[in-house]
């Protein structure tokens, strides 16, 4: 028999500490069934009477399947469990748990807290059987226990025993500073585990030194069996264990697959990629290409010999099957590129060609040509399926751009306001008709997009749904004529996403390049046809 370890997502609370990210309720619902789908056993949703967001979260249940756990403080020194309005708001919320953070480390309680060790045990024990009383699981996140441990072993100990002898489900040990290491962490588990059985354990921790992943599972192997995280890893300062490569090595790794088992079924596994590329949608943010598993690049060969090596046989450079978390192979085709490689990537766009077509010593030609004057096609394939596709005579010609201009303007208001505007002009040719489009911007790369698009003849229904997601900009070179390398990344209302590149010595041109391989990537992937 397998067994069975708890996750316990703590994303819409501990990730929200994370610099940058400001959830809305809006957010918050459509995460919370982001997890609840995967199969998360508990989704921490917050902090209620914390803020007005919290709050309204709380006021009905967020999840069917996982266990909606709302999170706060034990009650306070010196305050009767009846009257602390904070307790008071975890027991009313709508939720199936009550998660409470108690300090652990005797230095915080004396700094932090300013009360005896006695009291804070006492605030423990008060807080857990008023949340038992009230028919909530109960847990107790015991923080900074790692560095408590270290400092006073006793102490830090007895907060623990103490949750668990007052009726705690679980009692979770933190390194709330993420400095503890792996092998500090697998003997401190095994030396409380004495305490308190390993069934009623779990692990929170950040990754300070970059370890939050190793010392989780390490916990779960020294007999923790709650494992707490992250959607790809988010927290204050530098994160949280990453929930996301947690799941794919407790479910794919032989070491952890033969022996646990967690909520998430082999066929929602295959959904992990989708989950995380979901929840950076939330966020607006490009996704991590190097996130283990679920990374664009996760699976990505460049190396020509390696390449060879992956078109035989898979598993010479793949640790698991990219399908089995809803990821897919790649090859990368650049200027280390081999034929396999291309053939590859070729094999991906649907195009077959044979290996002694002279056509295709000709495209590998001009992909190492144009890397060597600033393209990088392994980060915009996009624009790699369009050189093949020419380069072969599959492209139909669907318009032509015969001119464009862009005027960047600046004055000062009447109010001694400074006013930039930008606007741009484009021509452009679609069989015999002429089209000219004016679009004002944010800036130029903005308005020449909004012209361009402004009226495309029978291809405008097409790109209708298609929007801009993120625009990067290289420097190669050096000083304001340096060549730049400008990378586009577009999605379609089915949320499908490509990346498109342009180089010039002149920013808009280079951004003009890669928005035209943008639209017609995707007027070739809706299969349209030459205009008459």
Same mark, same amino acid.
């Given at each position: 028999m397998k067994e069975r370890v708890y996750l316990f997502d703590t994303t819409l609370r501990d990730g929200a500490q994370t610099s940058g990210v400001d959830f809305t309720l809006d957010d918050k619902l459509r995460i919370a069934r982001l997890l609840d789908d995967l199969g998360v056993d508990y989704v921490e949703g917050g902090y209620p009477g914390a803020n007005p967001t919290d709050t309204t979260f709380f006021e009905e249940k967020r999840t069917k399947r996982a266990k909606f756990t709302a999170f706060g403080m034990t009650k306070r020194a010196g305050v009767s469990v009846s009257n602390d309005p904070g307790l008071a708001a975890l027991l009313q919320a709508d939720a199936d748990a009550n998660c409470f953070v108690a300090k652990a480390w005797d230095y915080h309680?004396?700094?932090?807290?300013?009360?005896?060790?006695?009291?804070?045990?006492?605030?423990?024990?008060?807080?857990?059987?008023?949340?038992?009383?009230?028919?909530?699981?109960?847990?107790?996140?015991?923080?900074?226990?790692?560095?408590?441990?270290?400092?006073?072993?006793?102490?830090?100990?007895?907060?623990?025993r103490t949750a668990y002898a007052s009726g705690a489900r679980w009692i979770?040990?933190?390194? #709330?500073?993420? @400095? !503890? +290491?792996?092998?500090?962490?697998?003997?401190?588990?095994?030396?409380? &585990?004495?305490?308190? %059985?390993?069934?009623?354990?779990?692990?929170?921790?950040?990754?300070?030194?970059?370890?939050?992943?190793?010392?989780?599972?390490?916990?779960?192997?020294?007999?923790?069996?709650?494992?707490?995280?992250?959607?790809?890893?988010?927290?204050?300062?530098?994160?949280?264990?990453?929930?996301? #490569?947690?799941? @794919? !090595? +407790?479910?794919?790794?032989?070491?952890?697959?033969?022996?646990?088992? &967690?909520?998430?079924? %082999?066929?929602?596994?295959?959904?992990?990629?989708?989950?995380?590329?979901?929840?950076d949608d939330v966020l607006n943010r490009s996704p991590n290409r190097h996130a283990p598993y679920v990374g664009a690049n996760a699976f990505a060969t460049k190396a020509g010999i390696h390449a060879s090596a992956i078109v035989k046989d898979p598993k010479t450079y793949e640790h698991v099957t990219p399908e089995t978390v809803g990821n897919r192979r790649r090859v990368l085709v650049s200027d280390q590129a081999g034929k396999s490689n291309l053939l590859a990537e070729l094999a991906r766009f649907g195009i077959e060609i044979d290996r002694a077509d002279p056509r295709l010593d000709k495209l590998l030609a001009e992909v190492k040509e144009r890397e060597a004057r600033g393209f990088s096609y392994e980060a915009a394939d996009a624009s790699l399926e369009l050189l093949a596709r020419r380069t072969l005579g599959h492209v139909p010609r669907f318009f032509e751009v015969q001119?464009?201009?862009?005027?960047?303007?600046?004055?000062?208001?009447?109010?001694?306001?400074?006013?930039?505007?930008?606007?741009?002009?484009?021509?452009?040719?679609?069989?015999?008709?002429?089209?000219?489009?004016?679009?004002?911007?944010?800036?130029?790369?903005?308005?020449?997009?909004?012209?361009?698009?402004?009226?495309?003849?029978?291809?405008?229904?097409?790109?209708?749904?298609?929007?801009?997601?993120?625009?990067?900009?290289?420097?190669?070179?050096?000083?304001?004529?340096?060549?730049?390398?400008?990378?586009?990344?577009?999605?379609?209302?089915?949320?499908?996403?490509?990346?498109?590149?342009?180089?010039?010595?002149?920013?808009?041109?280079?951004?003009?390049?890669?928005?035209?391989?943008?639209?017609?990537?995707?007027?070739?992937?809706?299969?349209?046809?030459?205009?008459?």
């Open positions: 309680v004396d700094v932090a807290l300013g009360t005896t060790l006695a009291e804070n045990l006492d605030c423990v024990k008060l807080t857990v059987e008023a949340a038992v009383a009230a028919g909530r699981e109960t847990m107790i996140d015991c923080e900074h226990f790692f560095d408590g441990y270290k400092a006073n072993p006793d102490y830090a100990l007895d907060v623990a979770v040990l933190c390194d #709330t500073n993420g @400095g !503890t +290491l792996p092998h500090e962490v697998d003997e401190i588990v095994r030396r409380v &585990t004495v305490e308190v %059985p390993g069934s009623h354990l779990g692990i929170h921790v950040h990754d300070d030194t970059g370890q939050a992943v190793a010392n989780s599972l390490t916990a779960v192997r020294a007999g923790v069996r709650q494992v707490q995280g992250t959607l790809n890893g988010i927290g204050e300062r530098c994160g949280n264990a990453n929930l996301v #490569t947690i799941i @794919g !090595t +407790l479910a794919l790794k032989p070491e952890y697959a033969e022996h646990y088992e &967690t909520g998430v079924a %082999p066929e929602m596994l295959k959904e992990l990629t989708h989950v995380s590329r979901a929840f001119s464009f201009r862009v005027i960047v303007g600046r004055r000062i208001e009447s109010n001694g306001e400074t006013v930039t505007q930008s606007e741009a002009i484009v021509k452009v040719k679609i069989g015999d008709e002429l089209f000219l489009s004016v679009a004002e911007g944010n800036g130029p790369v903005n308005a020449l997009d909004a012209a361009l698009r402004k009226d495309l003849g029978p291809y405008q229904k097409m790109i209708e749904d298609l929007e801009l997601v993120d625009f990067k900009v290289r420097i190669l070179n050096g000083g304001t004529g340096a060549t730049t390398r400008v990378l586009i990344e577009s999605r379609d209302g089915a949320k499908n996403t490509w990346t498109t590149i342009g180089v010039s010595e002149n920013i808009i041109d280079a951004s003009f390049q890669a928005l035209m391989d943008s639209i017609f990537y995707r007027l070739v992937r809706n299969g349209a046809s030459k205009a008459a």
